[in-house]
């Protein structure tokens, strides 16, 4: 039976200044640093064994990757890492506090960017280009949906994540709160209407076991205490 970690970056200077990120490259805090540790402590205690590790194009969920790693004594493991685990490209809201967004435009617009699955942000007037996705010709987005995410994610997905899987090798992501909540809405079989709903924190990882037709058959919470809330499930 496979098994695969999710987890979202610790967290980022972005992240304890409430600023829309993006695609925005921005370091870990010192917190950042001690949740990714604490993480590693905890997947350390469960023992599984990795293949693989896929991140992002981003130093906080790249330095989180290895600081888990090191925890956990794997870090001779590939890391595979790709522009498709980015965070969601939040448009012309990128670098904005959104405590002064929501006072612009409400709360309830506010939280329609930030967690419907068909809305987007407003678009940046011009593309913006960083030599690291030149080089492979990737456009940076002027701003995506969490659906956006999801279509750009699922590639990656079906084609480097779930063969892996299937053959039973053990997978680690580590990634971002949009691109997690992306994945966990095609693994879960969540609505559109109800994604809205479903939060990753910071350094809280979720392990999923698949049968050998990659059929979610447990999903468990992973807390700084052990493991809770095991969800035993019937393939969707």
């Known amino acids: 039976m496979a098994e695969l970690v999710i987890v979202r970056h610790g967290q980022s200077q972005a992240n304890r200044d409430n600023i829309f990120t993006g695609w925005t490259d921005v370091p ?15 997947l350390q205690k469960l023992n599984i064994q990795f293949s693989d590790a896929h991140t992002s194009y981003m130093q906080r969920a790249i330095m989180t990757t290895n600081i888990i790693l090191e925890e956990i004594n794997q870090l001779y493991i590939p890391i595979h890492k790709t522009w498709r685990l980015n965070e969601r490209h939040y448009g012309a809201l990128s670098g904005r506090n959104k405590a002064e967004v929501k006072k612009e435009i409400g709360a ?59 053959d039973g090798h053990n997978q680690l992501i580590v990634a971002h709160g949009s691109s997690l909540r992306a994945l966990i809405k095609y693994l879960d079989g969540i609505s559109d209407d109800d994604i809205d709903k479903v939060e990753v924190p910071n350094g809280k990882p979720i392990l999923y076991r698949f049968d050998d037709r990659l059929n979610v058959v447990k999903k468990t919470f992973i807390t700084m205490d052990g493991e809770i809330n095991d969800n035993t499930r019937i393939s969707k």
């Open 108 to 166: 309830e617009q506010l939280h329609k960017w930030r967690r419907g699955f068909k809305d987007l942000p407003p678009r940046l007037k011009e593309r913006q280009h960083d030599r690291r996705y030149d080089r492979l010709g990737v456009k940076i987005p002027l701003s995506e949906s969490l659906e956006m995410t999801l279509q750009r994610l699922l590639p990656y997905w079906e084609d480097c994540i779930a063969p892996r899987l299937i």
């Open 28 to 42: 870990l805090t010192p917190k950042g640093i001690e949740q990714g540790e604490l993480v590693g402590k905890e």
